[in-house]
């Protein structure tokens, strides 16, 4: 759209941590604004309802949460969006964020929440998926998060959010990737730092050539990554000609959509450690696992604690991944049942369960959308529920199970403040439980990103 510029005065922030401003009786929502300042913006969308814009320059009464951004690029970059926002202004919006939801959807009002759960505010992000883009016209390749706008790959140097010693190497990465033949065929680059490994995932469409790969590995050796390749299909011929390159076959290990290129002959999993648990848990660089580990630590401690499992609980997890909860409960639980969608994961789930050498979990991969009543497993109550769902939430679940389990004690870790004052909204209205705790986990700090983690309870 046309260039156009305005001022307005912002009433305050949305969820999404945009100011809120109302011109000519239209509301427009204005990036890298804050309450009580006047600012000039630039309108970047304008819809029937409601307009969309980034402030240019505040004019008058700067907010006393206004920071300097770390990151020089984040006018433009959505990998975050309030590092122009204290960490105390940050934390605020979420708390609200929390309580309006509840409000909205549960008709719940949280009279206290439980103090928040922080960590790092930079450099936190372990996990990512970076976009790839061969832009011809600048003959040059970008590597990063998308633009606000979604429809283009920033152009950036740094990210002050991705794990060191990534968030500094872009320009690298960049380098080699522009070096290669396949520059256009790789679309994403996926990222995934442990404490003692860094490793890229490159996907690519096509067949990456021989001369391609001994650059990667060059890269590889130079900054002491791990690389795998993630081909679009089977892949004979990258295969064919990784094995040319080292005389010999290596690929034994690892799906037929995912090859460990280098180091050589290394192993094929990635792990991570819950010290205080003494748990040591292992995945597939393309798993899911939680993106910022110093919060995940304290995450998983933390549940423990509100959970309070014994020697004489029998204890359900659900959306259990790799068993992130599932394993430390097993350390203080007589049995804990684990269940997730994929199949792969529960796979991972027992391989887990049986390196940490505990012997009462089972694990079981269901559909928890569907009713799960006809395993044997499932056919009784349990003292206590673990939940961690995705962003839908666990309404189906709840409604179609939870009554019959006549669980004492559920904690529900959440990443999305509306599914999760829903499904409170069922626990405390329909199925009598309390609403005991609730509060933040600051897991993705310089975003809008809301996680929390709440405790039910209920008598008899």
Same mark, same amino acid.
């Given at each position: 759209?046309?260039?156009?510029?305005?001022?307005?005065? *912002?009433?305050?922030?949305? !969820?999404? +941590? %945009?100011?809120? &401003? /109302? #011109?000519?009786?239209?509301?427009?929502?204005?990036?890298?604004?804050?309450?009580?300042e006047?600012?000039?913006?630039?309108?970047?969308?304008?819809?029937?309802?409601?307009?969309?814009?980034?402030?240019?320059?505040?004019?008058?009464?700067?907010?006393?949460?206004?920071?300097?951004?770390?990151?020089?690029?984040?006018?433009?970059?959505?990998?975050?969006?309030?590092?122009?926002?204290?960490?105390?202004?940050?934390?605020?919006?979420?708390?609200?964020?929390?309580?309006?939801?509840?409000?909205?959807?549960?008709?719940?009002?949280?009279?206290?929440?439980?103090?928040?759960?922080?960590?790092?505010?930079?450099?936190?992000?372990?996990?990512?998926?970076?976009?790839?883009?061969?832009?011809?016209?600048k003959?040059?390749?970008? *590597?990063?998060?998308?633009? !606000?706008? +979604? %429809?283009?790959? &920033? /152009? #950036?140097?740094?990210?002050?959010i991705?794990?060191?010693?990534?968030?500094?190497?872009?320009?690298?990465?960049?380098?080699?990737?522009?070096?290669?033949?396949?520059?256009?065929?790789?679309?994403?680059?996926?990222?995934?730092?442990?404490?003692?490994?860094?490793?890229?995932?490159?996907?690519?469409?096509?067949?990456?050539?021989?001369?391609?790969?001994?650059?990667?590995?060059?890269?590889?050796?130079?900054?002491?990554?791990?690389?795998?390749?993630?081909?679009?299909?089977?892949?004979?011929?990258?295969?064919?000609?990784?094995?040319?390159?080292?005389?010999?076959?290596?690929?034994?290990?690892?799906?037929?959509?995912?090859?460990?290129?280098?180091?050589?002959?290394?192993?094929?999993?990635?792990?991570y450690?819950l010290?205080?648990?003494d748990?040591?848990?292992?995945?597939?660089?393309?798993?899911?696992?939680?993106?910022?580990?110093?919060?995940?630590?304290?995450?998983?401690?933390?549940?423990?604690?509100?959970?309070?499992?014994?020697?004489?609980?029998?204890?359900?997890?659900?959306?259990?991944?790799?068993?992130?909860?599932?394993?430390?409960?097993?350390?203080?639980?007589?049995s804990?049942?684990?269940?997730?969608?994929?199949?792969?994961?529960?796979?991972r789930?027992?391989y887990?369960?049986?390196?940490?050498?505990?012997?009462?979990?089972?694990?079981?991969?269901?559909?928890?959308?569907?009713?799960?009543?006809?395993?044997?497993?499932?056919?009784?109550?349990?003292?206590?529920?673990?939940?961690?769902?995705?962003?839908?939430?666990?309404?189906?679940?709840?409604?179609?199970?939870?009554?019959g389990?006549?669980?004492?004690?559920?904690?529900?870790?959440?990443?999305n403040?509306?599914?999760?004052?829903?499904?409170?909204?069922?626990?405390?209205?329909?199925?009598?439980?309390?609403?005991?705790?609730?509060?933040?986990?600051?897991?993705?700090?310089?975003?809008?990103?809301?996680?929390?983690?709440?405790?039910?309870?209920?008598?008899?």
């Open positions: 759209m046309k260039s156009i510029t305005a001022t307005a005065t *912002i009433r305050q922030l949305s !969820h999404e +941590g %945009r100011g809120i &401003a /109302d #011109i000519n009786g239209k509301t427009v929502f204005i990036q890298n604004a804050l309450p009580s006047t600012v000039s913006f630039r309108f970047i969308k304008q819809h029937k309802n409601f307009d969309e814009g980034i402030a240019i320059d505040v004019l008058e009464n700067p907010s006393p949460d206004r920071v300097s951004p770390l990151c020089p690029h984040t006018a433009i970059c959505a990998g975050c969006s309030l590092q122009h926002l204290s960490a105390a202004g940050q934390l605020t919006l979420k708390e609200r964020t929390l309580k309006e939801h509840f409000k909205h959807f549960a008709h719940l009002d949280i009279p206290q929440l439980e103090p928040a759960i922080q960590a790092n505010t930079y450099h936190y992000r372990h996990k990512a998926r970076l976009s790839v883009k061969d832009v011809i016209k003959n040059k390749v970008l *590597i990063g998060f998308h633009e !606000h706008n +979604g %429809r283009y790959v &920033a /152009d #950036i140097e740094q990210c002050a991705l794990a060191k010693p990534l968030g500094d190497k872009l320009p690298l990465l960049t380098q080699l990737v522009s070096s290669l033949n396949a520059r256009s065929a790789i679309p994403q680059i996926e990222i995934a730092v442990t404490a003692e490994e860094t490793a890229l995932i490159l996907r690519h469409v096509r067949p990456l050539e021989r001369s391609d790969l001994e650059k990667i590995i060059v890269f590889a050796q130079a900054e002491s990554f791990s690389i795998y390749l993630q081909p679009s299909k089977e892949d004979k011929e990258t295969r064919s000609n990784i094995n040319a390159l080292f005389d010999s076959d290596i690929l034994a290990e690892g799906s037929p959509l995912l090859i460990k290129l280098w180091p050589k002959n290394s192993s094929f999993l990635l792990h450690h010290p205080a648990e748990c040591t848990l292992y995945f597939s660089p393309t798993e899911f696992t939680q993106i910022n580990p110093q919060i995940n630590q304290r995450m998983v401690s933390k549940a423990l604690s509100w959970l309070a499992p014994t020697q004489d609980d029998s204890i359900l997890d659900l959306f259990c991944g790799i068993g992130n909860f599932t394993l430390p409960l097993a350390r203080h639980a007589k804990v049942v684990g269940i997730e969608g994929t199949d792969s994961m529960v796979l789930g027992q887990n369960a049986k390196h940490n050498h505990l012997d009462n979990i089972q694990f079981l991969a269901a559909d928890l959308t569907q009713r799960i009543d006809h395993f044997p497993m499932l056919a009784k109550s349990f003292d206590k529920i673990l939940i961690d769902p995705p962003r839908s939430g666990a309404l189906e679940v709840i409604e179609q199970h939870f009554k389990w006549q669980a004492k004690r559920i904690v529900y870790i959440s990443c403040p509306a599914t999760l004052a829903r499904d409170a909204g069922i626990l405390v209205n329909q199925l009598g439980y309390q609403l005991e705790k609730i509060g933040i986990l600051d897991m993705f700090p310089q975003t809008s990103h809301v996680e929390s983690m709440a405790l039910f309870t209920r008598e008899g």
